[in-house]
């Protein structure tokens, strides 16, 4: 028995492509959106830019604001770039322009500079840009800047964002090149990263640090961890913390390189393994494929995840929503899939894959060779082992060899419930509001495109769950760059690209980052939702 396993093959990407022509089939047709926004629509709404109190308009150029992250607490944005952190107040609104209230200067030293520079890379890059920007407690945030390749981390003032004690390295919490991604979470006083560890990016890890617990990290250097991978996200949920990433698939026995995306999860109180097996490592780490594909004859995968949403309540069940592309090479294509976080954990709990010899072609482990406890579950105190540092070697062998689940996540309706392929861009950002519309039960998706590009969609996840009519409707589609504002350059890394999407409930607005600046847009323009709805 064969089951499809592999990523789309050519002849299914030809398929796609004859199907972009014709009404039915793998794709249902993209019917456009029931309003687009006028052009001068964005002219009314305020945007970041780099000003300060009581300038007229901005004196710093945009180009050197470079913004890595933003981080909204409560009414208060903070925004991280390079060289620069500022604290903008949401309330009262304005209509013309967002302007900081504190602004704190942290450049590198120039002993960093002349070290990074000496290592050849360029100036430009040899500053300090704020890749980690989280809450630490009710008045402190947690800053690690990327310090011209020598990453350093410190406590600052919410308030005054002043700095708090010591800096402390940024290794392993941050990234040494600006451009690489990187995911970063407190929880419980721990911060979980994921990034990677040296100059080269050749060691990629999730890491654990500060908080009571020993420092934890995934196995340096094996392939069957970690490939290549690109972090996108991490959540809380349960005793565990799970990373959504991409990476080089290691499972096919395929001579090109195959992109698949993947959920990991590891044990919040692990504590490492035994002096033998796995010391100052996971003992929980756990990896599986996601599943986001078009069912058919000739199945479609979207392999390429781009942006996870937080854990929402969406028709009962504990659910994130995913933003999957097909690789940059191949037909631009886009597709939303949902997942239920109890079918994520469900595949914790089945089965292993394994590879007998580097030849041999991947399989499940029977589950009689499966030792007990199971790998990969979290030991606590009145269990049989009360930490992880008391499982037997055989356990701590097994996690350490075996990774992979054999099961793919399964989406919820086993099915997008947003498909794009007639885009210009691919969509790279999602937010979701799941109190949306005049009685507050509604769901509203919102999908941003590479360019900034809005699209604004309506879903019934019980509808999708059991697959019936069609999950969603397509409301509407709105511009959030602002080129008079901030800057007309083309696409590139510098400019035009959108970093994040957040919605801010509160105000009924949704903020979208951009380097050289953050514009606020209302989400509602059609007052109600089901006024939109025909
Ligand atoms: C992905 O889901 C589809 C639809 O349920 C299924 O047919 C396919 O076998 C799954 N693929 C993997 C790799 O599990
Ligand atoms: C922390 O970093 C800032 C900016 O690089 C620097 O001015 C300060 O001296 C550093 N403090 C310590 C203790 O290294
Ligand atoms: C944000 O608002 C909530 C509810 O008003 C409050 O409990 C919380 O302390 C606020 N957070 C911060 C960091 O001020
Ligand atoms: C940062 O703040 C936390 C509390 O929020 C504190 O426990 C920690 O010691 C501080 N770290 C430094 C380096 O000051
Ligand atoms: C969707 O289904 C769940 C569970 O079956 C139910 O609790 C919920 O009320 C339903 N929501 C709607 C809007 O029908
Ligand atoms: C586990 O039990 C041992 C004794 O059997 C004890 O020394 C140790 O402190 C316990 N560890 C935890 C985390 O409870
Ligand atoms: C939302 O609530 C209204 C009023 O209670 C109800 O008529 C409507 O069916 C609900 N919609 C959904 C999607 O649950």
Redesign the pocket.
Known sequence: MRTPRGPPSRPALLLLLLLLGGAHGLFPEEPPPLSVAPRDYLNHYPVFVGSGPGRLSPSEDADDLNIQRVLR????LFIGGRDNLYRVELEPPTSTEMRYQRKLTWPSNPSDINVCRMKGKQEGECRNFVKVLL?R???TLFVCGSNAFNPVCANYS?DTLQPLGDNISGMARCPYDPKHANVALFSEGMLFTATVTDFLAIDAVIYRSLGDRPTLRTVKHDSKWFKEPYFVHAVEWGSHIYFFFREIAMEFNYLEKVVVSRVARVCKNDMGGSPRVLEKQWTSFLKARLNCSVPGDSHFYFNVLQAVTGVVSLGGRPVVLAVFSTPSNSIPGSAVCAFDMTQVAAVFEGRFREQKSPESIWTPVPEDQVPRPRPGCCAAPGMQYNASSAFPDEILNFVKTHPLMDEAVPSLGHAPWIVRTLMRHQLTRVAVDVGAGPWGNQTVVFLGSEAGTVLKFLVWPNASASGTTGPSVFLEEFETYRPDRCGWSGGGETGHRLLSLELDAASGGLLAAFPRCVVRVPVARCQQYSGCMK
């Open positions: 607490v409560n009414r208060t809450l407690d009710e008045s919410m």
